[in-house]
């Protein structure tokens, strides 16, 4: 059932377990990506809009030159619902996302001037 809201207990467990980089905040989840400026930041806004378009799930996002904050409910359901920890479980995997080690693809290199995000 993705309407149905979720316990605050069970959300919190949940992303303590999955998504240790949200956190529930006043009937949302919440996260913080830092980038490294203004061209980071856009990067993120559009993944995430990919993301959400595909998912038909929107969240809000404050956008500002350091940073994107997401904050996710479902909002006819007034609270957070299955939908908002899969998307969240999407959106973390997808911004997060490098290349592995000793794989193919090299990644970013570690240098100020290529770096755009900052990991966790």
């Known amino acids: 059932m993705s ?12 992303l303590a377990k999955t998504l240790p980089h949200w956190r529930l905040d006043n009937g949302a989840i919440e996260r913080v990506f830092r980038t490294q400026g203004w061209k980071g930041t856009l990067m993120v ?5 990919h993301l959400a378009e595909a998912a038909w799930h929107h969240p809000e996002l404050l956008v500002s030159y350091p ?3 997401v904050r996710l409910n479902t909002h006819d359901a007034g ?40 990991y966790d």
């Open 45 to 49: 806004v559009n993944t995430i809009g």
């Open 3 to 14: 309407g149905h809201v979720l316990d605050d207990n069970d959300i919190r467990a949940r």
């Open 79 to 118: 609270g957070v619902t299955e939908k908002d920890m899969e998307l969240a479980q999407k959106i973390e995997e997808v911004v997060m996302w490098r290349p592995a080690a000793g794989g193919a693809l090299e990644g970013t290199p570690d240098d100020p001037a290529y770096r755009y995000i900052r």
């Open 67 to 69: 940073s994107v904050t």
